[in-house]
Structures are given as structure tokens and as C-alpha cells.
């Protein structure tokens, strides 16, 4: 199985659902994620405000935020090779990177 890391920008949440607004895409990408888990695929996060140390010692970003700076964030990370920069993945990118059918993305009925 696919393993995916996405490398978020400084932000207070993951979910998108902190501050005086929602953060529609990030909501989204907060659901997928929930919804990879349930079919038990894991999607990790780090986020610069809550795991600073792991964009020092993980190379490949080290070396991107030092060449492009913060807007490259966010990073989609498959099997150790950076797929997407400076933006979630899409619902389609989602399947297609994790090799996962359409339904994975999608909430279990209950």
C-alpha cells in the first residue's frame, strides 16, 4: 500500500474548522483523511507549529523550504517522492496516488 505524508503549512488545526471561518478545502482534506482511516488507510500529517522538528530532519523538505521558502507548503509526500507542492490533493489525486478505490474517500454509511 501507498504510504502518503502531507506537509501542511503553519496553521492553529488540521481540520479547518479553527478561526473566525471554515476553511472549505481543508475541511475536505481533514474528511478524506478520516475516511482513508476508517478503510484503514493512514494518511500522516505534520504540521510546523505542533512538529517543527520534523521538517529539520526530514531532508527532502529541509531542502525545499530552504530553496522555495513556506509557499511551498503544503507537501504531498508518496513513498518517500513529493508528488504535489502548494496545495492539497485533489479528490482524484487522493485515490490515484494511494492506488485506493473512489469509495475509500468517502464516508461509511452508518
Same mark, same amino acid.
Given at each position: ?8 503549512? @503553519?496553521m492553529?488545526? #488540521? ?11 481543508? %475541511?475536505?482534506? @481533514?474528511?478524506?483523511?478520516?475516511? %482513508? ?10 504540521? &510546523?507549529? #505542533? ?11 529541509k531542502?525545499? %523550504? ?6 511551498? %507548503? &503544503? ?14 490533493? #485533489? ?9 485506493? &478505490? ?6 461509511? @454509511?452508518?
Open positions: 500500500m501507498n504510504q502518503m505524508t502531507i506537509f501542511d503549512p @503553519a492553529c488545526c #488540521s481540520t479547518g474548522v479553527c478561526g473566525p471561518s471554515v476553511d472549505k478545502n481543508l %475541511l475536505r482534506v @481533514a474528511t478524506i483523511i478520516d475516511n %482513508l482511516d476508517q478503510n484503514g488507510v493512514k494518511v500522516t500529517r505534520h504540521n &510546523p507549529a #505542533s512538529d517543527p522538528k520534523i521538517f529539520i530532519h526530514n531532508q527532502t523538505i531542502k525545499l %523550504l530552504n530553496k522555495k521558502g513556506v509557499d511551498i %507548503l &503544503p507537501v504531498t509526500v508518496v513513498n518517500d517522492e513529493v508528488v504535489k507542492t502548494k496545495d492539497y490533493p #485533489s479528490d482524484q489525486e487522493f485515490i490515484q496516488y494511494l492506488d485506493v &478505490p473512489e469509495d475509500y474517500i468517502k464516508a461509511k @454509511a452508518h
